[in-house]
């Protein structure tokens, strides 16, 4: 069979009879397995041909079937981005063509160019991934994981067995960690999978293992249209990439910390806890964040045997093998609850707390806002009616709130309570769910003056809040009976208030 080396093959796609853009020249993009031309408005990617240990492209029909089954599981997600796969083949002139009547030499799968300013893992660099967007984010993240094809064929915790067998594997081939810290890291892992294979298995029967992203990090996230989307899933290896979905957003949490960006990984987890039932899995995430470290640690250590790039390379490494040491220490759980009148600053001071309290990343927060919307079956910034706060649908919003956080706390996670807790009784049952749960609690109450509270309330749009300058003065005319929680005057600026809260929590035990 005719065949054509890589190079011309490459000469051929950034020709006219291929895809050459004239305006500008095309650019190419290397990675170990794949090659990407940039010509023009197209993106053009083609498969090495490689055959290595985990991935076999060796011949012209693997990589078209590879090719093939990019662009399939792909459009799952970013359908305005994969555009086609297009055969190269050999005619009868000798020359190449795309799609011909003449033998298979290779393919590459088309793809629609992207701004690449609008890459995540640029936003992040430049601090520019707002929370609507991450918001957003979340939400698709969920939407995705909610219809992709659920897997029963084996139990979870040999899915994540497998994992840490390969990254033994490869931590074994490096230079980089002394073998000391290398055994206390299996040993660790080894050890938490054991105590966490009930719940994996139990999960895997739920059908939460399917068919996911499977490299879910920020370099595979860009904004299309204002829009976050994910795309380059892993394609080639359909058992790394079919796992319990916390395990494909464990990447996404694992890469924002490691970017030191935990207030925005905390709201990714948050929002997406909050799009999906998931709440049984959040003993799993920091283990599962920590896997996903000790796979870039090992894959950064492999990069680094030689090259310009070495010491940088080792350094990141390090890096990594550090995070996954930190997300295995064990941490208790807690409940806190920040309660105060409508405007007085709890959401900003809940959303400040959270990333800061272990495990990672960072707390549940459980919001009544959020709860009352949920029970409605309504968006979270959909206004209700004034009927949706009647005594006895609060009276439900607030046990369900903390009927929750006593369930999360006493899975051993971490549980911040956002809501006006104006009444005595709603205080003392969200204390008794941190006594249910053997969790230690702190409570905490903004006082703002009322001026400020109802000037807040009069600014806010969107918001998850559907509290108004009516709202606060029926609140401030309640009575409040005695407030026993630590007051935090919340008039000041933000900094100060999270200062003086953190300082109240640092010493919970």
Excluded at 148 to 161: F, P, Q, V, W
Aim: negative net charge; aromatic residues 6%; contains cysteine.
């Amino acid at each position: 069979m005719p065949t054509a080396t890589q190079d011309e093959v490459v000469a051929f796609l950034t020709s006219d009879a291929g895809f050459g853009y004239r305006a500008a020249a095309p650019q190419l993009v290397e990675t170990h397995i794949s090659l990407v031309i940039l010509s023009g408005p197209h993106a053009i990617k083609l498969k090495r041909a490689v055959r290595l240990g985990y991935v076999d492209f060796s011949t012209p029909e693997r990589r078209l079937a590879a090719c093939e089954r990019e662009l399939e599981l792909n459009r799952r997600t970013a359908p305005a981005l994969y555009k086609a796969v297009h055969r190269i083949t050999r005619e009868t002139n000798g020359g190449l063509a795309l799609n011909g009547d003449g033998a298979l030499v290779d393919a590459v799968v088309e793809m629609a160019r992207f701004d690449e300013a609008g890459l995540f893992e640029n936003l992040a660099v430049q601090d520019a991934i707002s929370k609507p967007v991450l918001t957003r984010l979340a939400g698709r993240i969920a939407a995705f994981h909610a219809g992709a094809e659920i897997d029963l064929s084996s139990n979870g915790s040999s899915r994540i067995a497998a994992v840490l067998d390969i990254n033994e594997r490869a931590f074994a081939t490096t230079d980089v960690f002394p073998p000391e810290k290398l055994e206390a890291l299996r040993s660790t892992f080894r050890t938490r999978l054991a105590a966490l294979s009930d719940l994996l298995d139990a999960r895997a029967r739920a059908g939460k293992v399917r068919r996911c992203h499977g490299d879910l990090h920020l370099r595979n996230i860009c904004l299309i249209d204002g829009e976050p989307t994910l795309f380059d899933c892993l394609e080639f290896d359909e058992g790394m990439a079919t796992t319990d979905i916390l395990y494909d957003v464990a990447f996404l949490l694992m890469d924002l910390w490691h970017r030191d960006l935990r207030a925005e990984a905390n709201l990714v987890f948050n929002r997406y806890l909050d799009a999906c039932d998931e709440e049984d899995g959040l003993p799993l995430i920091s283990f599962l964040m920590a896997v996903r470290a000790a796979v870039r640690a090992h894959v950064s250590a492999t990069q680094a045997q030689a090259g310009a790039t070495a010491v940088a390379r080792r350094e990141e490494a390090n890096a990594y093998f550090q995070l996954a040491q930190d997300l295995l220490r064990s941490h208790p759980a807690k409940l806190i609850a920040v309660g105060g009148l409508s405007g007085s600053g709890k959401s900003t001071v809940a959303a400040a707390l959270a990333p800061e309290i272990n495990p990672a990343p960072g707390a549940r927060i459980l919001a009544s806002d959020r709860i009352r919307k949920h029970l409605f079956g309504v968006a979270a910034e959909t206004r209700l009616p004034t009927d949706a706060y009647r005594p006895d649908i609060s009276e439900t919003v607030y046990v369900e709130l903390a009927d929750r956080a006593a369930r999360i706390a006493g899975r051993g996670h971490a549980v911040v309570a956002d809501a006006v807790f104006d009444r005595p009784e709603e205080r003392v049952r969200i204390e008794n769910a941190a006594i249910s749960a053997d969790a230690p609690f702190q409570g905490l109450w903004l006082d703002a003056d009322p001026e400020r509270l109802i000037a807040r309330v009069r600014s806010r749009t969107g918001d998850v809040s559907d509290a108004t300058p009516e709202v606060v003065a029926s609140q401030l005319n309640h009575a409040l009976g005695t407030i026993t929680w630590a007051r935090v005057q919340a008039d000041a600026d933000r900094k100060a208030v999270r200062a003086k809260t953190l300082e109240l929590i640092a010493d919970l035990r």
